[in-house]
């Protein structure tokens, strides 16, 4: 777990005249359940954007496994091993669980439309792996049961757990979520932990943005904090999280003795 499998330098962006991330330099290791916190419009979504190829930067340099990625369109992004959730859950309406996770097994397929199109042999037999792989998943994470219900109709805590895997069946080795535990009452979070920790455990790397500090002190490998667009720290969360400008700028008084 030594080695960065993502890495950001000077990175920036602004829209207009207002700088919403301003030389913001990362190393996320190989392995690392990584954290990204602060304040409600410090950057950190826009962060995101720009390492999943949503935005382009107006300065600085991504890269990932050590290429270059900073010019590469978000579908790009995504076939080189790196995936995201959202926020705000976004399942397929009207599609089962079964659906929604078999669909990302497509960033994996190597056919083209004529293949497609005439049920080459090439285009079967892939279409026969992804199912598998999409039934392995289903399996493996504890979803058999709720295979054929319609996914946005399931419990918020499920409909997050799918989405996870989801983003698993792209074949992601690096996986972007944007604040899990958000909406989940203590049980689901509990439950979102020990899924985050498998994920580390099957040798993925997670980068997340997180406001429960619970949740980001019992899982996060590092840490860092953003605000107003700066870089304040990055590094173990009890190191961080005695940074005096971290506990002035998001964490408040009560962990200055902590």
């Avoid at 399942?91 to 994996?108: D, P, R, S, W």
């Avoid at 409909?159 to 895997?165: D, L, Q, T």
């Avoid at 992601?172 to 909406?183: R, Y």
């Amino acid at each position: 777990m030594s080695q960065p499998i993502l890495q950001t330098k000077e990175l920036s962006i602004h829209f207009g005249g207002v700088m919403a991330l301003n030389k913001v330099s990362l190393s996320i290791k190989n392995g690392q359940i990584f954290g990204l916190i602060g304040p409600n419009g410090a950057g950190k979504t826009t962060m995101f954007n720009l390492l999943t190829g949503i935005y382009k930067p107006t300065n600085g340099t991504i890269h990932f496994k050590g290429k270059d990625i900073t010019s590469l369109k978000a579908h790009q992004i995504t076939t080189l091993g790196i995936s995201r959730t959202f926020q705000n859950i976004r399942l397929l309406k009207g599609h089962t669980v079964f659906e929604n996770i078999f669909l990302a097994t497509h960033y994996q397929l190597k056919y083209g439309l004529f293949a497609s199109f005439f049920l080459s042999k090439s285009f079967c037999s892939q279409e026969v792996r992804a199912r598998q792989f999409t039934n392995k998943l289903i399996e493996e994470y504890k979803l058999s049961d709720l295979r054929d219900e319609e996914a946005s109709d399931l419990p918020q805590g499920l409909k997050r757990k799918v989405e996870i895997v989801r983003a698993l069946a792209t074949g992601a080795e690096l996986i972007f979520l944007d604040e899990p535990a958000a909406g989940l009452n203590p049980v689901e979070t509990a439950e979102l932990m020990k899924l985050i920790k498998n994920l580390q455990c099957q040798d993925k790397t997670i980068f997340l943005i997180e406001h429960d500090m619970k949740l980001v002190k019992g899982i996060c490998d590092e840490i860092a904090v953003l605000h107003f667009g700066q870089l304040l720290d990055q590094g173990p969360y009890d190191k961080v999280t005695k940074n005096p400008k971290v506990i002035q700028a998001y964490l408040g008084r009560r962990y200055e003795n902590a």
